[in-house]
């Protein structure tokens, strides 16, 4: 396989149908994009999945979404990892980023025991789409209940109104068979139940039933191996009932930090809050590590010359 081939197999958001089954799916597979993410931060290997995943999720919820904006995920805990925030806007660019304590991180990564109560602790996780100013701002959220970031999401879907859905999520760094130690992959199967039944309630209930049992039967090694092609995947789970994949949407990292946006909000303080002992300003884009400064001649500008 071509290195190209390779690549349309990851960084993918993929809609696919069991049309024998009343389900709708999802499949999520980041790699590249991941990397650009990661690549800005040099965060710990057990921050460095817990942020995969956190992306990788907000792609597959998003990704069931009809939205013009951005979708954001946000999860805040009081553990070694105290915020994980991952948006993607409806083109498909990502971005995210991380809050931590190294030390009680150092602690944690090694330690034993499911993830999200060692590495998060107790917090919540949030969901927000915002499309734009006069548009409504739709939020859900869900406290941190599960062992895996994958049982949080359940734990939000069983106590909204929502579809009745599975998900499977994972990410790992890749190691001595799967390329560059230290690069990660992640990637998320979700199948949802529809509302609107072709078959009868027990045939439906049944169908269901099938749908997440060949869900939890998917290996972690099957969904980030990117040798692997995502029609092949979805085909080797679901054939039996016929599954139709339709077209697959690009997941490419980019920023939306710019100097204007950062110009916008320092006017929105009083000068001297902004303003370092040299008279500068100084703006880190959390997402993207962009560093935008301002000298005294560039506020001058923007405020207005300083009272004397
Ligand atoms: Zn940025």
Redesign the pocket.
């Known amino acids: 396989m071509t290195d190209n081939a390779q690549r349309r197999n990851i960084d993918i958001a993929q809609t696919f149908q069991i049309e024998g089954l009343d389900v709708r799916g999802r499949l999520v597979r980041l790699g590249s994009a991941l990397d650009r993410v990661l690549d800005a931060h040099g965060y710990p290997e057990a921050v460095s999945a817990m942020l995969a995943q956190t992306l990788t999720l907000a792609v597959t919820l998003a990704s069931a979404l009809k939205y013009e904006g951005v979708f954001t995920l946000q999860i805040q805990s009081d553990g070694p990892i105290s915020l994980l925030v991952a948006d993607i806007t409806s083109e498909g660019a990502v971005?995210g980023y991380a809050r931590y304590d190294e030390g009680r991180v150092a602690e944690a990564a090694g330690g034993d025991g499911a993830e999200v109560p060692r590495l998060l602790g107790q917090g919540y996780l949030a969901f927000t789409v915002d499309q734009g100013q006069d548009m409504e701002r739709y939020q859900g959220i869900a406290e941190l209940d599960g062992a895996t970031l994958a049982d949080c999401a359940h734990h939000y879907f069983r106590n909204s109104e929502q579809l009745e859905t599975a998900i499977f999520l994972a990410a790992r760094p890749l190691g001595d068979d799967g390329g560059p130690v230290g690069r990660m992959r992640a990637g998320a199967m979700m199948v949802q139940r529809m509302p609107h039944q072709k078959v009868d309630e027990m045939e439906a209930e049944d169908g269901w039933r099938r749908a997440v049992a060949l869900l939890a039967s998917l290996s972690e090694d099957e969904l980030l191996n990117e040798n692997l092609d995502h029609d092949a995947l979805l085909y080797r789970l679901y054939h039996e009932d016929g599954v139709r994949a339709f077209s697959a949407h690009d997941i490419f990292h980019q920023?939306?930090?710019s100097r204007d946006k950062v110009a916008n909000t320092l006017k929105s303080f009083p000068r001297a809050d902004v303003t370092g002992d040299d008279g500068s300003a100084s703006v880190v884009?959390e997402?993207?590590?962009?560093d935008y400064t301002f000298t005294p001649g560039d506020l001058d500008d923007l405020f207005g010359p300083p009272d004397v």
């Not at 997402?287 to 962009?290: Q, V």
Request: aromatic share 12%; with cysteine.
């Open positions: 971005r920023c939306r930090c884009c997402f993207c590590k962009a």
